[in-house]
């Protein structure tokens, strides 16, 4: 049975129609991976599916609390479906002035009104399951850009949701320290959560996932396995994405002159190269 159903979802900013029409079933217990390029909605798509943005049209249920967005939703509807999630952002949103342990506990306490006892309790396990527990007393300045989106983690799931929202958790972090943050997500997985994961992370995705979304200016183009979406995808705009997520240079179709070669040859190099491919990217 779907944790979350997603159904003719809408969005717009002004003119710009940014989902057009999302419909996602995510099964309990179960990882969904979103890849598209930059702007393609993504992050609208969590942002909507917990409330933070409202949808003009559509509707969302999350473990049997459902949100009709034509109907016009209370604040209490929303409330209840924003509890059922958990949302890890790119970048660390973490509180300065507070250590790692006082902001996983900021949340059970001060928004679900839980004993200070139980909430260190807790959240001392999870910043344990984060591999942190020693660093409890630490400011987030004094921690990592990894350490700090595991604290970011472990401050989702002190509010217990029944739903994690992952925005791209590892884009903004030195590559050596991505793995760190992807393993306590495969973890996550393993421990039965469901997750829904935008992210740009192919390997992680191929295998952790049970399935993989890719969407294209608000809209879903291609979903499945995520060996087939991923590494055999059918459609075109799929195919293309994905070649220069694996490639970023497999579109700049002018030939490559290094300073070294040029030299080599004893000739000046170009400013501009002949044809139309030049200059990075090489795409309109
Ligand atoms: N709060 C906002 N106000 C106006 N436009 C927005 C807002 N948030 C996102 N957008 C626009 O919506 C589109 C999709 O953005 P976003 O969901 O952030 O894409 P992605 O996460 O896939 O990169 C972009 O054109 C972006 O400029
Ligand atoms: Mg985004």
């Known amino acids: 049975m779907a944790l979350l159903e997603i159904r003719e979802l809408h969005k717009s900013f002004g003119d710009n129609q940014v989902l057009r029409g999302i419909q996602l079933d995510v099964p309990a217990g179960s990882v969904t991976v979103i890849v598209g390029p930059s702007g393609c909605g993504k992050t609208t798509l969590l942002r909507c599916v917990n409330g933070l943005e409202k949808p003009e049209s559509g509707r969302v249920t999350i473990d049997s609390t459902s949100v009709d967005w034509v109907s016009k939703p209370s604040k209490q509807e929303i409330h209840e479906l924003r509890a059922k999630t958990g949302f890890v952002f790119q970048a660390h949103h973490l509180f300065p ?8 506990i900021e949340g059970p306490i001060y928004g679900q009104g839980k004993s200070r006892e139980w909430a260190v309790g807790y959240g001392m396990e999870l910043l344990e399951q984060v591999g942190l527990a020693d ?10 850009g990894g350490q700090q989106q595991r604290v970011g983690i472990a401050r989702a799931l002190a509010l217990q949701p029944k739903l994690l929202l992952f925005d791209e958790p590892t884009s903004a972090l030195d590559p050596e320290i991505v793995g760190d943050v992807l393993q306590v997500m495969r973890n996550l997985a393993r421990q039965g959560w469901t997750m ?5 992370e192919i390997h992680f995705a191929t ?3 049970n399935q ?3 969407m294209d200016q608000g809209q879903i183009v291609e979903q499945g396995d995520p060996q087939q979406v991923l590494l055999n995808p059918k459609q075109p705009r799929t195919q293309e994405f994905l070649r220069r997520v694996l490639d970023p240079l497999a579109d700049s179709d002018a030939p490559f002159v290094s300073p070294t070669e040029t030299s080599a040859v004893d000739a000046p190099a170009p400013l501009i190269s002949s044809g139309e491919g030049h200059g990075v990217g090489g795409h309109a």
Not at 135 to 144: D, K, N, Q, T, V
Not at 196 to 200: I, K, N, S
């Open 97 to 104: 002035h507070r250590t790692a342990l006082e902001n996983v």
């Open 212 to 214: 993989a979304v890719f």
């Open 196 to 200: 829904v994961v935008v992210t740009h």
């Open 135 to 144: 660093r409890a007393g630490a400011f987030p300045h004094e921690l990592s």
């Open 207 to 209: 295998q952790v996932a």
